[in-house]
């Protein structure tokens, strides 16, 4: 069984950096040797990476006319992931750019099929426009390229973990712990109030509320508990019953939850209180739950200007890219931001 991921050890932004000439591919090469070096990665690995950063480097300067970023992110495994995200044009052949040495621009690139032939894991989104302006919707292209320093975790729920501190500081109050069981994942989502460390201090720690017997509410009430005299924190507390085929929700304060099925959005919001304050048992949101269906927790961090059509095709793939695209766009620079996507096996 997969291990438990509690966000404050797990889906750590290592780097993070504008892409807009040539010295951004020698700086994040740099980060990555590095970061592998510490990492344990081997000498061969590394070389896989710093080729597929130079790649995407590449690509952003080219297509990207300097709107594009590039980020590390360690996550359980250990794993490094690279992201390259991008306000660019997209996009439009994604087939043909996934080809050995296409290149739209006549020149000698080995293309996107070299990251995903290098990576251990590529996952690729692209929405193809002239390029997204100021209040229109995002159009670009996203890459994510996954390195494992050992074997591959055996097929699974997919998760994806989007958590990032306000002004990237040390400490972040949103937290995220999960668990894997056998009927369904099940985790338990929280923003504590305010920002810094005694935001992060009263978050955490709580995955021992989290046991499998629990029943839902009294994971709830345990937290509440554990947070009296505290600034407290607002919650979500998701369930899968796969056996069932369904999702239930308790939720305190403001967050919300979305589940994406057969290309429909369906939103839930919770009622008001603060745990370890003054909140009201809330009444549990049950789901029916449909093959494929994506199930995503954020904080108040992340805008709620989206649905569906914001992100054509996003919802088919990866959890985790599905994580960074939303978290890096929808995320607000004013908070902490945190956001939790699951998509059923």
Not at 209 to 235: F, I, K, N, P, Y
Request: charged fraction near 20%.
């Amino acid at each position: 069984m997969s291990l438990p991921i509690d966000s404050a050890q797990t889906g750590r932004l290592l780097y993070n950096n504008a892409v807009q000439h040539e010295a951004a591919g020698i700086l994040v090469r740099s980060k990555l040797f590095a970061i592998g070096q510490r990492l344990g990665f081997n000498e061969h690995k590394r070389e896989h990476m710093a080729l597929v950063a130079a790649e995407l480097v590449t690509n952003q300067i080219k297509y990207a006319q300097g709107r594009g970023m590039i980020q590390i992110w360690e996550q359980p495994g250990p794993t490094l992931d690279i992201l390259a995200l991008d306000y660019g044009p997209g996009i439009k052949n994604l087939s043909l750019a996934q080809q050995d040495g296409y290149s739209s621009k006549q020149t000698l690139g080995k293309g996107l099929g070299s990251v995903q032939r290098l990576a251990d894991e590529a996952h690729i989104y692209t929405r193809p426009g002239d390029g997204a302006a100021q209040g229109k919707p995002w159009t670009g292209t996203a890459v994510l390229a996954r390195f494992r320093s050992g074997k591959a975790a055996k097929p699974g729920d997919e998760v994806g973990i989007f958590a990032r501190a306000l002004t990237d500081e040390r400490f972040n109050g949103d937290h995220i712990y999960l668990r894997h069981r056998p009927a369904g994942p099940r985790w338990l989502h929280l923003d504590g109030l305010g920002h810094g460390q005694n935001a992060q201090e009263t978050t955490s720690n709580l995955m021992g509320c989290m046991d499998d017997a629990m029943q839902a509410a009294t994971v709830l009430q345990a937290v509440d508990e554990r947070l009296h005299g505290s600034r407290g924190a607002v919650a979500i507390l998701a369930e899968v019953n796969r056996k069932a085929g369904k999702l239930v929700l308790h939720g305190v304060g403001d967050m919300q939850a979305y589940v994406i099925q057969e290309e429909q959005l369906h939103r839930f919001s919770f009622s008001p209180g603060v745990l370890g304050k003054e909140f009201k048992l809330p009444t549990p949101v049950q789901v029916d739950l449909a093959k494929g269906a994506v199930i995503v927790t954020v904080s108040d961090g992340i805008r709620r200007s989206w649905d569906e059509n914001s992100f054509p095709g996003l919802f088919r793939q990866n959890a985790q890219l599905i994580a960074y695209v939303l978290g890096n766009i929808m995320g607000r620079i004013s908070d902490d931001q945190s956001l939790c996507a699951v998509r059923l096996s």
